[in-house]
């Protein structure tokens, strides 16, 4: 966690000088709340260390950091009316999204303003958005690795399905996922996306298990969907391997016993887990403390990962200015993720190298709860031609864009 392990960044024992705002463009109600509303957590508890610690520091100056937040529903049109006015009337330096079906609304003019743009979808990289970077998540690149690890783990398991809902995030989960299952040697026998406003998921699970597979994959299908699903893949009797982006593990063991999520595959750890870092430990300690009531996610940590590398970046460039922190960070080889040293990557995939990759950890649900099993590259992964091949043939398939020389 860079929050404590790069002092250098922050100015203690000095009085912050100015005020350095950060917009957190987001959905904090609606569907797709859960992928936004847990932020907030992570981001005051990082805004309220770096601020008594006196602020960043930038050059010769020392700033107070400021989140403003905007609920933007998840909506197109609700997010450009937020950024507007988080650029515009609160002059922030960088912005903080989940991205996905906002992105196309919200770019054009984010790029006019030259203003950062951290994400957490990585297929919303485009030549055309220079500014807007995935320095966290990894969406949709790990479900590459999640089904090595699987069939490493479970030789025998050889059918898969993928379903998820029909949106930019769906679609980008299910083709990168299957790419993923065919690389590593599984037959993916139902790859299908449902409606966004599906409420019924018995005729779809149906028609999954009919297939017989013995891996069901939820791609990216949004908390509310993933509870369902697996209510039904339960009630129908099914047993196997379940594997999703994330989880909303509260609501999910709200319908289902947890001996059943036993051995589910992702790749997002608790932060107690013991083969993280005492920083971790300590953002999970300061969490636990602050926010009682509150299930932890990804989502409670990856916004809040993002101004890890913003304040990475400021220290690099000497300003918070926004165009020059982008540069410094493109300049650095390697920048620190949560999850270790990060490089920048996926011009063929995505046109221009604004995804930071690390290591990545695989998870397993064991007693109820994500343990580290696994740590996977993507360098390695898309090192194999054949698997390099696979992947780009898979995306134009789904009608992905790829940008290979």
Known sequence: MLTLSFAAVYAPNAPAQETAKIGFCAPLSGPAAAWGLPGKDGVTIWADKVNAAGGIKAGDKSYKVEIVYYDNEGDPSKALLGVRKLVLEDKVVAMLMLGGATSPAVQPFMTKEKIMTFVLIASDISPDRPYLMDVTDNFPVYHLLHPEYIVEANP???????????????????????????????????????????????????????????????????????????????TQGWKGIITSACWDFAAILAKVPKEFMQGAVSGFPDFDDPKLTPEHHAFWDTWKSRYPDHSFSEITWEYMGGLDVWAYGVKKAGTIESEKVYNALKASKTVPHSFGPGVWWGKEVFGVDNLLVPTWPITEIQSGKPAIVAWKSLHDWYGDKEKKKLLLDTLKKWKMKTYEE
């Open 156 to 234: 025998k398991a050889r059918k898969a399905a993928i379903v998820s809902q029909d949106d930019e995030i769906g679609v980008a989960a299910i083709a990168w996922s299957e790419a993923g299952f065919q690389a590593a040697g599984v037959d993916v026998a139902y790859a299908k996306p449902f409606g966004i406003d599906t409420t019924d998921f018995a005729p779809i699970v149906t028609a999954v298990l009919a297939t017989k597979p013995d891996i069901i994959s939820m791609g990216a299908s949004y908390p509310e969907f993933q509870a369902l699903i697996v209510e039904q893949a339960y």
